[in-house]
């Protein structure tokens, strides 16, 4: 399995990103896939996830309304975009997928986006 990640970038407050997440390795229809962030000097907390099988979403309280996911099943791809940006989401933001087996779930990481944002 593997997630590749891409879209980061420096931007001014409230401006706008959208990251993007290949994934590649696995066929399920039975997976959330989503985005973890991790700012400097913090531990990883979950941005937004999606579910393959229904599409519901989550979203992070405080994201909510800033950040949209997205996803294109066809091309195998996830999206977030992130508008009104702020300095407090400055961090890298890696693309996670969870698959549920038969046996349990498992868990791949990406390599993480780093995403500035400038005051």
């Known amino acids: 399995v593997q997630l590749q990640a891409s879209g980061g970038g420096l931007v001014q407050t409230r401006g706008s990103l959208r990251l993007s997440c290949q994934r590649s390795?696995?066929?399920?229809?039975?997976?959330?896939i989503g985005w973890i962030r991790q700012a400097p000097g913090k531990e990883r907390s979950r941005v937004s996830c999606i579910s393959s099988s229904t599409g519901a979403t989550y979203y992070a309280d405080s994201l909510k309304g800033r950040f949209t996911i997205s996803r294109d099943n066809a091309k195998d791809m996830m999206y977030l975009q992130m508008n009104t940006l702020k300095p407090e989401d400055t961090a890298v933001y890696y693309c996670?997928?969870?698959?549920?087996?038969?046996?349990?779930?498992?868990?791949?990481w990406g390599q993480g986006t780093q995403v500035t944002v400038s005051s």
């Open positions: 996670n997928v969870l698959i549920r087996r038969a046996y349990g779930t498992d868990t791949y």
């Open positions: 390795g696995f066929i399920s229809d039975n997976y959330v």
